[in-house]
C-alpha cells in the first residue's frame, strides 16, 4: 500500500498561485501514474489533471487547462501541482491521487482508475 501526504493548501487571493506536493511512502512510487482530483463544497469529486509513471504524458481538465500543471519529481517520491492565476471556483479540497501500471505513458481521469489517494488539503481562492 502506499501512503499519500498532500500539502501546500493554504488561502490565497484570487489571480494567485499555489504549488500543492504529494509525498509518497511505502511501496515504490515508481510505475505509478498519479492525479490530482477536487472536491468543492456540495459538488462531486472531479479531476483536475494527471501524468503518466514517465512523466512525460500529462492531461488536464479544460476547466483549469492554461493554469494548473502537473510534474513529478521520481527521485523524490513527489508529485506537485502548480496552481497560477486562480479564481474563485477553484476552492475545493484537493486530492493526490496513485495507480499502479505497467504502461509508461498511461495517464487516468476517473476517480475509480486509482486505488490509492491522499487526506486531501483546503484550497481557498478569496476575492
Known amino acids: 500500500q502506499v501512503q499519500l501526504v498532500e500539502s501546500g493548501g493554504g488561502l490565497v487571493q484570487a489571480g494567485g498561485s499555489l504549488r500543492l506536493s504529494c509525498a509518497a511512502s511505502?511501496?515504490?512510487?515508481?510505475?505509478?501514474?498519479a492525479g490530482w482530483f477536487r472536491q468543492a463544497p456540495g459538488k462531486e469529486r472531479e479531476f483536475v489533471t494527471a501524468?503518466?509513471?514517465?512523466?512525460?504524458?500529462?492531461h488536464v481538465a479544460d476547466s483549469v487547462k492554461g493554469r494548473f500543471t502537473i510534474s513529478r519529481d521520481n527521485a523524490k517520491n513527489t508529485v506537485f501541482l502548480q496552481m497560477n492565476s486562480l479564481k474563485l471556483e477553484d476552492t475545493a479540497v484537493y486530492y493526490c491521487?496513485?495507480?499502479?501500471?505497467?504502461?509508461?505513458?498511461?495517464?487516468?481521469?476517473?476517480?475509480?482508475?486509482?486505488?490509492?489517494w491522499g487526506q486531501g488539503t483546503q484550497v481557498t481562492v478569496s476575492s
Open positions: 491521487a496513485m495507480k499502479e501500471v505497467t504502461r509508461y505513458s498511461s495517464t487516468y481521469s476517473g476517480e475509480y482508475d486509482y486505488d490509492n
Open positions: 511505502g511501496r515504490p512510487f515508481i510505475r505509478s501514474a
Open positions: 501524468i503518466s509513471w514517465g512523466g512525460g504524458i500529462t
